[in-house]
Nanobody, 123 residues
């Protein structure tokens, strides 16, 4: 089992940057694919980025490609989401999640979730 804790959210102006962190418990972090998701008020949760457990292969939603970068440090049991050129439409609660096996942006395929961190972008 994996427990996840996100941090790094906050209030930023449009055009700014944030780096979100996802700290994981357990000794098997390196065996899990990781994903970052977000949920805006009144909208469904959507996947924005994911990274494989090996080779650090990544995949992004079209809406964030080029602005978001997912990475992981298995020695620190931590995944990251670097967000650049923030836009008001990026305002949401951001969640990290973990799953065994292959990476995916599908919400329903993830087994373990953090509590989320709020990102608010002002125009």
């Amino acid at each position: 089992q994996v427990q996840l804790v996100e941090s790094g959210g906050g209030l930023v102006q449009a055009g700014g940057s944030l780096r979100l962190s996802c700290a994981a418990s357990g000794r098997t972090f390196g065996s899990y694919a990781m994903g970052w998701f977000r949920q805006a008020p009144g909208k469904e949760r959507e996947g924005v980025a994911c990274i494989s457990s090996v080779r650090d292969t990544t995949h992004y939603a079209d809406s964030v490609r080029g602005r978001f970068t997912i990475s992981r440090d298995n020695a620190k049991n931590t995944a990251y989401l670097q967000i650049n050129d923030l836009k008001p439409e990026d305002t949401a609660v951001y969640y990290c999640a973990a799953k065994p096996g292959t990476m995916t942006l599908n919400v329903w395929e993830y087994d373990y979730w953090g509590q989320g961190t709020q990102v608010t972008v002002s125009s």
